[in-house]
């Protein structure tokens, strides 16, 4: 069995398990920090960003102007964003089965596996995560193609050209198979191979083994998944919470008694506590409200802006925040609010009730009908018009380089009375606003990560004790910055087995059995003799048919009788069909009983010396020794074969037969 | 006494004796005991004023068929009989005592393992143990023994009275002369009634005693802590109350029992014993023997194996204060050493023989009971800023730098590590309680020599925690309460620069739209508290209140606290309203202009008083207009304040909260008071005189009847006469009390013709019926109809209102004086009645046992 790490991203996982004959993708993440070293795509033409400068090194010998602009102290690379995707030369990935995707976040490179690569498999998610998924891919697609850029920039990355940029361009690595964003045909193509699936709904893989998701209580049909054969089991720990946000709880039990646990997408901010973070980005909120500011909101169009809106609805009355205007602004604004509301079976117990009374699960439904929450699908068109300030504005994307958050940055980035907090963990908020700098507008950093934190993550793995557990190598070390805190870290005995990327790994259990039936005409003709109460025992001849990975015993045929030949090598050829096999032997043999049975046949002199595992006789007058040991009986007797046959037929008086 | 108790009580009795399960309910024997307990007290004899239970408890004695409550009842009553020198004699005369307090007499009746009964006994023996004639008593009777049996009672209730009487006995057998060193309990033990006899029995009391507890103290089996235990408890008691001979001969006697029982490290006996060595330490002189011994068994105690144990008794050793200066400096330094351990501020310096401790405890900090450890260590740094600079191990700016410190480990947000043990902050990072502490023991240090230097370290990490997400409200309540400390300690802010106020600023602004109710509560709290702070100088050298320097003053605190005034919770509306009367105090006490924003916030309270659904604010608004009355100089002539007044006490008087009704009685009083004791009453800008005081009558008169006017127009009036028949007694009583006083001001020096003048109306319905009432008494003949045509011959009162009264004539119809005895009572005075209590049990026992009919029948009747 093993593990093929093709991205090192812990929360954005691609992995590719091998298991039996089957090979297994277990998501496919797709890294998009690199855009940060991107500059900004402006929705309108922006001055600021135009009139930046090009990049000259400081001896003048390299000219990269037309690629990067300088801004703030800081290179940026004036090009269409592009993404560092999954390794692609580890394996080969049209040899891929299926490819198991855990939540809506982690199926963004899809279209980058499936597509061009010779891959014929077939993907398994939930429906949720299937229509977020597409809802974010689709956004994606829209936010780039909305500012086409004519130009690619490659020059810097060449080598020896990147060796020489300065700050965090010249540490970029891999940057030569970053790629830019793909089309809509292909997320069609790609999301057209997706086999929807229910929690705990099995699914086999060619007869090896049986996939199931489970709920992982992260997200909208957020699953880990759980792949087992008869004998074994491998758990795919994905993106879980146990906190009670709008998704169905996580299934801990299914975990138990697993032989592998591969273990990623745990919280990325471990000392931020998601409550605590949502209390301060209310106060935050509040207090620039209060100021007559505006506050702006970076965000995905789906996941933790269900639960900031739940919050926000129970806080705007007490906070006397009643007439602000809240935007949601993105071109799937709508879909992803509406179908927050339809997966009711998707949702957590108190959630589900609130559909049979009937109500909406979520109470944005209410902000909608009372016009307190307005969404567009962009700043363009009836947002204009409406628009009201001061104001609350969520929208994407959190990376600050494309999106409608880019305007707004520009529009908002001078006063300091208005506040841009961050509330997604996966970027760093200093190098998504270094293309801003100077910037007088407020930034709070309120990272919402409710993903389990190594206290809780501990505690699941005492509860499911799985035999061995895998993780990204950064979960085995405490984070840079707190070095001193080793209760960031997982501690586990045994220590867990920490991937990067591009690791192999073999998993460390072997397989020692397979299960083979028996058919029933065979199974009759079964004599089991019990060898010990409850333990009984029976010889087989049979013959071994497998197909399909199910292995059978049937019975042998009668070999048709053969007409005698006359060459020697054909009759040795024939099936030793009818040699009766010798019959087997269990029990052990009494020492006091078999002495006296000895003396009653006349050998008395025995010499009886114990042995680490049993004993020998030495029987003097006849020159021989009878070593009995647990696992087997010597008779050794020189020249003497009607005293060893005597002898062996005695100790089989005490030897059961089968 | 009262005449009809004297005659009812022999039939109680009786009914006592007859039917002792039919009682009223469990207390009614209490609550019978409690009230002979009274008469007694006030030095009545209690067989003078009850002869009939005398007769009572003998006959219960000799026939123990009684139920066990009515048997332990008798017992107290027996005690309490026998406290007395006379009643001792007649108890005694008639052989009642020996009798039942005899344990034999009660555990051959097989009652003696009633607690109940035990309970009974000890008591009553207690209570006897007043006089010299009851200690021979119990010598004699031998009673010391099983009242050492009792010492470890199973019941604990028991084992608690047995102590305390033991305790009683010593005392009683002291020597006289010793007497006078302990109290007046025994002043009655008269020196010549000790006959040589009874000396020596005392004195075998006392070896009987020392001999048991020397015995007990050692512990044989750990089956027996539970007792070994409650004999330390015995022996620390005794060692406190006892004077000193016999506290020396006690202490010898169970010294060396003590050595070993320190021997055996039984971490569970480290806090009694601990006690009990501390109780007898602090009498003792420097040179005695038994004083050395005990130094050096805290020694040993200083020096045990387990950490936890050795830092108990240091924290013990630094409460008790004693003296011994090397045993103190010792303590402080074990005490400090998980701080030190855990920061790595080198607050110690080397020494040897702390090298095991710190090792022990080093690994102590490794695991989860750390936290109880750091706790501990800071629970005692007060104590240890109490010692004398030279027995302290360490500048106490160390400590501040050390506490700084590990409140930077446990913030959260923090990426400070410390040269410690690194093992540790896996626990205590986000631990509030931890946090508590610290800042606790910060708050100390504000008062600590040479600390100023450290402010704006302080400063900063107080604002990390005000910044935090992850303090608890407890903790950032704590953090603002060290601000306002430290604030107040140094006269010099100038260290605190631009950018850690603009920090702050921050910080106090976002918690005041925190989700958390009780973050913004504190954080009112603190915008109000500040400005108590002392005042101190900026960087302008310009002496300034704290507030102006940390916040910018009151363009900054008062729009936020109006803001909070419309918060949900109540709490934080009440915290507001307080917020903003201490934040205006100081204008007010200048006579500064008033500003539209005052009279916004003038009409915001007002809607607060009329519309808020929750008490608190509505009391707070009353009290903000008590703030501003009593801090104004000369409030008649702020016209806003006089404006409100009368709004204030109509609305308030009306209000459902008693509470809110009392404090605008108080308003009204701050307002009366005010109004007679100023020369100037008639307008504000009249001239005053010199000669006020010794006008004649009709020109005190006519002073008065224009404060009178006033009082009326401001509606204190009609607010005390409205308060007067109010249901809620505390609120009745101040109106009565104040009406009083007005009647007492006013009516003596008015008389009839000038009295009629002053009209108030009538507000309520309960307040007409009552006059109305008194009126048709014919007490006065129409007050209402005579006053209102007089009226109308002077022009006063333009139209005859049946709602009108002259004050005066009403002052003097209310019976006040009657009104106030009767308020003064508590509400339950007739309930609580000895008489009510004997009829109660009367009636109890005629209800359980009418002839002829079953009672539950009645009791079912009735109640469908």
Known sequence: MKLYCLSGHPTLPCNVLKFKSTTIMLDCGLDTTSVLNFLPLPLVHSPRLSKLPGWVSKDGSLNLEKELKECAGRVFVDSQPEFCLPERELLDLSTIDVILISNYHCMMALPYITEHTGFTGTVYATEPTLQIGRLLMEELVNFMERVPKAQSATCWKNKEIQRMLPGPLKDAVDVWTWKRCYSMQEVNS????VQLVGYSQKVELFGAVQVSPLSSGYSLGSSNWVIQSHHEKVSYVSGSSLLTTHPQPMDQSSLKNSDVLILTGLTQMPTANPDGMLGEFCSNLAMTIRAGGNVLVPCYSSGVIYDLLECLYQFIESANLGTTPFYFISPVANSSLEFSQIFAEWLC????????????????????????????????????????????????????????????????????????????????????????????????????????????????LKEVQPLHVVCPEQYTQPPLTQSHRSDLMLELQPPPMPYRRCSVLNLPFRRRYERVYILPELANSLVPSEVKPGVSVATVSAVLQSKDNKHTLQSVPKAPPVAPSKKRKRVMEEPPVTMAPKPLLSGAVPLEAFLATLQKHGITEVKVEETADGHILHLQAEDTLIQLEEDGTHIVCDNNEPLRATLRDLVLRFLQKL | MDSQCVSILPRVCGVLLVSGSSLPDDTSLEKLLDWFTTIAQTGTSLLEACPCLVDFVSKVAFDYTSGSSILSFTLKLTGLIGASEDGFKVLKECSVLKLVFNPQHWQEAGLWEDPCLRIGWIQGLKMILKHSEALSFFAQADLIEPLLQLQTDSSL??????????????????????????????????????????????SGIITKVSDYLNKSVVLKEISQLPGSQQILRLLAMLLVRVGPPLRDTLLLAVINSLEELVSTSCSQLTVPLLDVILAANSGLRDDCVPKQRLIRLLWVMLNMKKPVDVMQAAAAVLRSHQSDPALSA?????????????????????????????????????????????????????????????????????????????????????????????????????????????????????????????????????????????????????????????????????????????????????????????????????????????????????????????????????????????DPESYVRASSISALAQTLTPSWQDGTALTQEQEDIVTQLQEVLFQDSEGFARRAAVKYFIAWFSACSSPSSCWLLMQSVPTVLSQGVADLDWEVKLHTLELAELVLDRAFSDPSPSHPYAVMSDQDHRLPIAGQQ????????????????????????????????????????????????????????????????????????????GKDTCVVSEACSEADKEGICASVDPECVSVCEVLRVLDLDEKLSILTQSSDHIYNSPLSLLQDILTAAAASSPPGQDPRQELVMDCY
């Open chain 1, 190 to 193: 790609a999301l057209s191979k």
């Open chain 1, 349 to 460: 117990h108190n959630k589900q009730t609130k559909v049979y009374l009937p109500e909406p699960p979520f109470p944005h439904a209410e902000l909608i009908q009372t016009n307190k929450l307005k969404h567009y699908p962009s700043i363009h068109g009836d947002f204009s018009s409406e628009f009201r300030q001061p104001c609350v504005v969520f929208t994407g994307h959190p990376s600050l380089r494309f999106g409608d958050v880019v305007h707004f940055m520009e529009l908002w980035g001078k006063s300091s009375l208005n506040t841009v907090i961050f509330t997604e963990p996966d970027f760093s908020y200093l190098d998504a606003l270094a293309p801003y700098q100077p910037l007088a507008m407020k930034c709070v950093y309120c990272p919402i990560d409710t993903r389990l934190n190594f206290h809780q993550v501990s505690k699941l």
């Open chain 2, 157 to 202: 209730f028991v084992a608690s009275a047995a102590n305390q009487t033991l305790a009683q006995v010593l005392v009683l057998c002291q020597s006289p002369s010793s007497v006078g060193h302990n109290g007046s309990k025994n002043r009655d033990l008269e020196h010549n009634s000790l006959s040589m006899e009874s000396t020596q029995n005392y």
């Open chain 2, 330 to 566: 010792h303590s402080a330094r074990v005490l400090l050493l998980p701080l030190d351990i855990v920061t790595g501020v080198s607050l110690l310096d080397e020494n040897s023989t702390e090298e095991e401790l710190r090792i022990l405890i080093t690994e102590q900090l490794k695991r989860k009971s750390c936290i109880s450890m750091i706790c501990l260590c800071l629970s005692n740094i007060p104590q240890i800023t109490l010692m004398a600079s030279d027995c302290l191990p360490c500048p106490q700016r160390l400590i501040v730098t050390a506490i700084l410190l590990l409140l930077r480990l446990c913030c959260v947000d923090s990426s400070s590590s410390s040269a410690g043990c690194v093992e540790v902050v896996r626990f205590i990072t986000g631990n509030s309680k931890v946090q508590k502490c610290a800042l606790e023991a910060l708050l100390v240090l504000s008062k600590s020599p040479g600390v100023k230097m450290v402010l704006v370290e302080v400063f900063k990490v107080l604002t990390e925690y005000l910044n935090s997400h992850s303090s608890d409200p407890s903790v950032l309540q704590k953090s603002y309460q060290a601000v306002i400390k430290w604030v107040g300690v140094c006269p010099d802010l100038s260290c605190i620069t631009d950018q850690l106020r603009e920090g702050f600023i921050q910080a106090v602004r976002k918690r005041a739209c925190d989700t958390r109710w009780e973050a913004r509560d504190s954080t009112v709290e603190f915008l109000g508290h500040l400005v108590g702070a002392p005042s101190c100088w900026a960087f302008t050298e310009q002496e300034m209140e704290p507030s102006d320097v940390l916040l910018g003053g009151r363009s900054f605190t008062v729009p936020l606290l109006k803001e909070a005034l419309q």
């Open chain 2, 702 to 777: 006519s002073d008065l009847l224009s404060s009178l006017k006033n009082l009326v127009d401001w509606g204190v009036v009609s607010a005390l006469l409205c308060g007067v028949v109010d249901c809620d007694r505390p609120v009745a009583l101040k109106a009565c009390q104040l009406l009083l006083k007005l009647r007492g001001i006013v009516c003596p020096v008015m008389d009839n013709t000038a009295d009629t003048r002053v009209f108030c109306q009538l507000a309520g319905a309960s307040m007409m019926q009552q006059v109305r009432k008194i009126q048709e008494m």
